[in-house]
């Protein structure tokens, strides 16, 4: 008598991709470069360009009006340390390819989504963390956030880390070694934070303005970073401190950032189940 094979259980995609999320909190904080490099540059950058450019930045013909270089640039580091962390948390995936572990995640009995929303929301969860330390800081600015203002910012924050960790994951994933992913990172995602309005203002497409400054508006434009950063700059600020720097509305803002963040999970999710020869099985 030929005995029916029975199928073999499938772990619930919840609970692996909450595993998952867990064990890359927890890595994450017990290294302590990690930490400090993720969070402290991006600091350390605030600082020093801040205060050596605040007498060279002007919004307005008045120096007794307009944001200080300070003020202006936060926003900016804020999704600067959303970056950085999106890249540290997802040079585990190369790591962990090379320690077995990947392998083992990839043959268990789980979809693959599960594995890139664990990784992912792990990413995410660590970058809103530190996001948010660095937020405490917004107490020494002229900042009235209301309590709907800063759960939106919040949330704005999370939904933007969800996008850079996202992206960051479609860059790691057929990486061999830490120091391409790092070349890939200098090459692309740097110069995204760059041309999104974070570090100088996006120059107007009106007015006596060169082809160069034209291009390079558009250019910052169709960044979706520069709808991260601006997003958060609208939830921070009035409209009083915006004079002089192009913002878009707050509702393109969130729409374009969560197309974003949409877009590069399901890439992400897409990657991840694309079988080709010399897949990592």
């Known amino acids: 008598m030929n005995e029916t094979a029975l199928p073999q259980p499938r772990t619930s995609t919840w609970l692996a991709a909450r595993t998952l ?15 400090i490099g ?28 307009g944001q200080s270089f300070l003020e202006y640039y936060f926003p900016g580091t804020l999704v600067l340390i959303l970056l ?9 995936i190369i790591e962990d390819r090379r320690e077995g572990f990947l392998q083992s995640v990839l043959v268990a009995p789980i979809p693959r989504s599960a594995m890139v ?9 660590i970058a809103l963390v530190q996001g948010v330390v660095f937020l405490a800081l917004a107490l020494l600015f002229e900042v009235d956030l209301s309590i709907a203002s800063l759960i939106g910012l919040v949330t704005l924050l999370f939904v933007s880390a969800l996008a850079l960790t ?16 790092h070349a890939i990172m200098n090459l692309l995602l740097m110069p995204m934070w760059l041309l ?9 497409a009106a007015g006596t303005i060169g082809w160069s400054q034209l291009a390079l508006h558009w250019c910052m434009r169709i960044n979706p970073v520069t709808y991260c950063v601006a997003g958060v700059r ?26 974003f963040a949409g877009l590069m999970f399901a890439l992400a999710c897409w990657i991840a189940g694309k079988r080709v020869t010399g897949d990592m099985l």
């Open 38 to 65: 993720a969070l402290g540059q991006p600091i350390l950058f605030w600082l020093l360009f801040g205060t050596g450019l605040a007498r060279s930045f002007r919004l307005s013909s008045d120096a007794s009006e």
């Open 166 to 181: 996202s992206l960051g994951f479609v860059l790691a994933w057929r990486m061999e070694s830490t120091q391409g992913f």
């Open 234 to 259: 609208r939830l921070m600020y009035d409209d009083a401190a915006l004079i002089g720097i192009w913002t878009p509305q707050l509702a393109t803002c969130w729409i374009v950032t969560g197309c």
């Open 117 to 125: 929303l664990g990784k992912v929301l792990g990413g995410s969860l």
């Open 196 to 204: 999104s309005g974070a570090f100088f203002p996006v120059p107007p």
């Open 84 to 92: 950085f962390t999106a890249i540290f948390a997802t040079i585990s």
């Open 21 to 35: 999320c867990w064990r890359e909190i927890v890595r994450f904080f017990r290294q302590r470069n990690r930490v």
